[in-house]
Every structure is written in structure tokens, then in C-alpha cells.
């Protein structure tokens, strides 16, 4: 056999190799670059009723509006109960607006008089007790509602709660 044969013969395999690795390399970039746009298009796709009857339901952006710790006499005979807690209101507006709402004492302190009143009724008999604690989160929600107009409360949180018997 003559030395060019030979040449040919080796050569042949390291050209093929070459081409194997060149053809699974453009494919693997084809499949990573196929999943970067399908998984764009998937998160780019308009929402399906359900999720956006939810959108609607939880109404937007919603903000943390942070009180001042209240401390009250409970409405026990004797007046020797205390209730210290601090109340956070979640509330629909952007979070610069709560900044805002913070700031003006004349929007908030109605509300916080209306809460105020509000914990001076209860007993703590009740207010140590789950439901008890469930129904006045749904009777300050509702108080705030309707001192507090501009925004709406979607939830009230308890930060702090102690009764002191």
C-alpha cells in the first residue's frame, strides 16, 4: 500500500470525529436555544381566567401599614385586664403611598382612635381564645373600612398581642 493511502485512511477518522462533535454541538445549542424561547413564550402568555379572576379579587398592589402599639383597659369588671398590641393593616395602594399614609397623622389617627375604641369593648375571656382573636381581626377590618375610605383593608395583622390578667 503506498504512504498516501495510509494518509487517507487516518485521516478519514479524524474528519468524521471533527464532524460528529461540530453536528452535536449545533445541536445542543438548537435544543438550549428552542427551550430559552419556549420558556419566554410561556411566561409572556396572557393569564387564563382563573388566575385572572384572582388578579382582580386580590385588587392589585397591596402595602403594609404599620401602628403604633395600642395598650388598653379591657371591658372587664374591675378594669384591672390590659390588652397591648400592635396592629399592621394590609391595605390596596403602592407601598410609597403607606410610607405616605404613615406620615400624615391627620388620615391615621381616626382610624387608630375607631381601633382604640374598638379593643376597650372587648373582654379577655374572649380575646384569648383563637375565634375570639379571628373576630376582632374581622371587627377592626370593618372599623377601618369605614373610618378609612381612601383605601381598602384587605387584612389584618397582629403583631403583638398580650392580654394581662
Known amino acids: 500500500m503506498s504512504d498516501a493511502a495510509k494518509t487517507d485512511k487516518k485521516a478519514a477518522p479524524a474528519k468524521s470525529k471533527k464532524t460528529l462533535f461540530i453536528?452535536?454541538?449545533?445541536?445542543?445549542?438548537?435544543?438550549?436555544?428552542?427551550?430559552?424561547?419556549?420558556?419566554?413564550?410561556?411566561?409572556?402568555?396572557?393569564?387564563?381566567?382563573?388566575?385572572?379572576?384572582?388578579?382582580?379579587?386580590?385588587?392589585?398592589e397591596r402595602a403594609?401599614?404599620?401602628?403604633?402599639?395600642f395598650v388598653v383597659n379591657l371591658a372587664d369588671e374591675g378594669g384591672t385586664h390590659f390588652l397591648r398590641t400592635n396592629i399592621q393593616l394590609i391595605i390596596e395602594a403602592k407601598e410609597e403611598e403607606a410610607k405616605l399614609l404613615e406620615?400624615?397623622?391627620?388620615?391615621?389617627?381616626?382610624?387608630?382612635?375607631?381601633?382604640?375604641?374598638?379593643?376597650?369593648?372587648?373582654?379577655?375571656?374572649?380575646?384569648?381564645?383563637?375565634?375570639?382573636?379571628?373576630?376582632?381581626?374581622?371587627?377592626?377590618?370593618k372599623r377601618a373600612a369605614e373610618v378609612f375610605k381612601k383605601h381598602k383593608v384587605r387584612e389584618v395583622l397582629f403583631a403583638e398581642f398580650v392580654v394581662q390578667f
Open 64 to 69: 403594609l401599614l404599620a401602628m403604633e402599639p
Open 103 to 141: 406620615e400624615k397623622k391627620v388620615e391615621i389617627m381616626p382610624m387608630r382612635s375607631a381601633i382604640l375604641e374598638l379593643l376597650a369593648q372587648q373582654t379577655a375571656a374572649i380575646l384569648v381564645t383563637p375565634e375570639g382573636k379571628e373576630a376582632l381581626k374581622e371587627a377592626i377590618k
Open 23 to 60: 453536528g452535536v454541538g449545533v445541536v445542543v445549542l438548537a435544543l438550549a436555544g428552542g427551550g430559552w424561547w419556549f420558556m419566554g413564550r410561556a411566561s409572556a402568555a396572557p393569564i387564563d381566567g382563573k388566575e385572572a379572576e384572582k388578579a382582580a379579587e386580590e385588587g392589585g
